[in-house]
């Protein structure tokens, strides 16, 4: 009689378990993360009599979640590409309308500008064209200066997003690393190791999350704990002890963010999620599309400047002057100092007008060995032997060193800054400099006369030639060549960006479907399940009424 008892009473208390289970998976129908449950059951040992085995009923072996490592990795990393992919795009587009569009573009500005240069080369004795030339001159570095703060913005934007990012991962892995020593404690209070399911399920939860921030590898461990590693296998969470990344100045550029982990430099190292998304949109697309807009300004400014300046004379007859700037004197070349520098060690750059064309963009970083500089250009790590100084003839740009030790280092930036401080620097009309010499046929240089002849219009239009001739870029791009240049390589990554993130999110998607389909909760499967443990209930509670009638007629013969 006790068999009967013990096996109906063991069916009852598993299909109990069963039914408690099924609830909990119909409960947790919309959280977020949840992995269906399931109990698996298992045969007691049957009992050996002279008769044969006879069985003893059933045990609840575990309550088991409907996982596969594969589909959980296969989400991760897709989560992870498409974050990635999705955030490259999305600002880049912001980068291709900015520069596009024909009410922000220079092309408009630069045509409108060479215009009222040919209207005063048509007529340089006429105050009104000069002033109008003097007002579009305002303009177009307006113009500049708008579309580089418009970099700016955006640059600050994505400066923003990173820290959020970093934030945001550091968060995540403060809380797996409290669910890790969680896990860990739980589990070993089972005498079987059963693992708690709905904490695993949230620490997956929050690997989902982090995967969107940060590609993420993970290790599981025999306690039950994940060791979470990013970049090239650095550790972020270890058991019950998380690192912190930051975001800070760069030491070789402070203008530039870098992402830290324990003061180790782990930008480059970084790949997948919305973090990596930012630092490509930055080092891909924002980056050198700023660079190419201060190469247009550089160029165009120091080869104005150049004619303006050269035999060129205003409406009194005196030398023409700088019409554009960059700061004080006019064409300073900004440097950034190195903090572990010597002390005294000074090095100041100003443009070159005739090497122009050998203007690059990019920054450069020199260097002292303590006999001979060498230049860098950082964007392709070109390296040249600059000599001994104290002067370094660069590529479109003169440095002059003083008081500089052995390993010593300057960033130049020629062109990354110059399109936002160009400002114009004539406001008189009568200083635009149209001519070319007040003394027609003289032998010899030109000189400065006593009197102006206001009909010359000798450099008005070899200014205005500047429009058509091929000065940047190794003498093979007009200033709009150079600004189309830029439109062209923006637009083509951008548009990359977009089909790089249609196909991710259709991988992203079919991962999170397939895990959806393992782990997900099927109500009408779920309330299948409640029939039958309801059931399998009912026919355990009938085999314990059994025993008892049997018992109680047992009773009853004895008495």
């Not at 059951?41 to 009599?49: H, I, N, S």
């Not at 006429?126 to 500049?144: C, D, I, N, Y």
């Not at 404690?185 to 005498?191: G, I």
């Not at 950034?336 to 100003?350: E, H, Y």
Request: charged share 15%; aromatic share 6%.
């Amino acid at each position: 009689m006790s068999g009967i008892l013990g096996t109906a009473l063991s069916g009852l208390m598993a299909f109990q378990r069963s039914l408690d289970t099924t609830s909990h998976n119909i409960a947790n129908v919309n959280t977020e993360g949840y992995s269906r449950q399931r109990v698996e059951l298992g045969a007691r040992p049957a009992e050996f009599t002279g008769a044969g085995y006879i069985g003893q009923g059933v045990n609840v072996a575990t309550v088991s979640r409907s996982y596969d490592q594969f589909i959980t990795n296969q989400l991760t990393s897709s989560t992870a590409a498409f974050a990635e992919t999705n955030t490259l795009s999305t600002l880049a587009s912001q980068v291709d309308t900015i520069i596009a569009n024909e009410s922000t573009s220079m092309s408009p500005a630069l045509k409108s500008f060479f215009n009222v240069v040919n209207e005063v080369a048509n007529d340089p004795s006429s105050l009104p064209a000069r002033q109008v030339m003097v007002s579009e001159a305002g303009s177009l570095t307006q113009q500049f200066n708008t579309l580089s703060s418009r970099f700016e913005a955006l640059r600050h934007q994505t400066n923003n997003q990173m820290q959020a990012s970093v934030d945001d991962i550091n968060s995540f892995a403060g809380s797996i690393a409290v669910l890790n020593s969680k896990i860990v404690t739980d589990s070993s209070r089972t005498s079987g190791g059963q693992p708690p399911n709905d904490l695993m399920d949230q620490r997956d939860s929050l690997l989902a999350k982090m995967a969107e921030k940060v590609s993420v590898s993970t290790l599981t461990q025999q306690d039950g704990s994940i060791s979470v590693f990013i970049g090239n296998g650095q550790s972020l969470v270890l058991g019950a002890n998380a690192a912190k990344l930051s975001l800070a100045d760069s030491n070789a550029d402070p203008a530039r963010k870098e992402i830290l982990i324990n003061g180790q430099a782990i930008s480059q190292q970084i790949t997948g999620g919305e973090l990596s998304g930012a630092l490509k949109f930055r080092d891909e697309v924002l980056d050198p599309a700023q660079q190419q807009l201060g190469l247009l300004a550089a160029g165009f400014a120091v080869q104005f400047n150049a004619v303006h300046t050269t035999t060129a004379f205003d409406l009194n007859g005196d030398p023409g002057t700088d019409m554009f700037s960059f700061g004080t004197p006019a064409l300073t070349v900004p440097v950034t100092f190195n903090p572990n520098n010597s002390v005294g060690s000074s090095v100041t750059a100003v443009y070159d007008p005739n090497t122009t064309s050998q203007l690059y963009p990019s920054d450069y970083l020199l260097s002292y060995d303590g006999a001979n500089y060498s230049l860098k250009r950082l964007s392709d790590n070109t390296l040249t032997n600059a000599g001994a100084g104290p002067t370094i003839n660069g590529p479109g740009f003169i440095l002059s060193t003083s008081g500089v030790s052995a390993n010593d280092s300057f960033l130049i930036k020629p062109t990354f800054d110059a399109a936002k401080k160009m400002t114009a620097l004539i406001t008189d009309p009568v200083k635009i400099a149209a001519a070319g010499s007040n003394i027609p046929g003289s032998p010899g240089p030109p000189v400065v006369p006593p009197t102006p002849i206001p009909g010359d219009n000798t450099v008005a239009l070899r200014l205005a030639d500047l429009e058509k001739k091929s000065v940047l870029l190794d003498g093979k791009a007009t200033f709009n060549d150079a600004y189309g240049q830029l439109v062209a390589k923006v637009g083509a990554l951008t548009h990359t960006a977009k089909i790089s993130s249609s196909a991710q999110e259709v991988l992203f998607n079919q991962a999170k479907q397939s895990r959806e389909n393992l782990a997900g909760v099927n109500l009408d499967e779920e309330a299948a399940n409640l029939i039958k443990f309801q059931q399998s209930y009912q026919a355990a509670a009938q085999a314990i009424a059994i025993a008892n009638t049997l018992f109680d007629t047992l009773i009853g013969a004895v008495r």
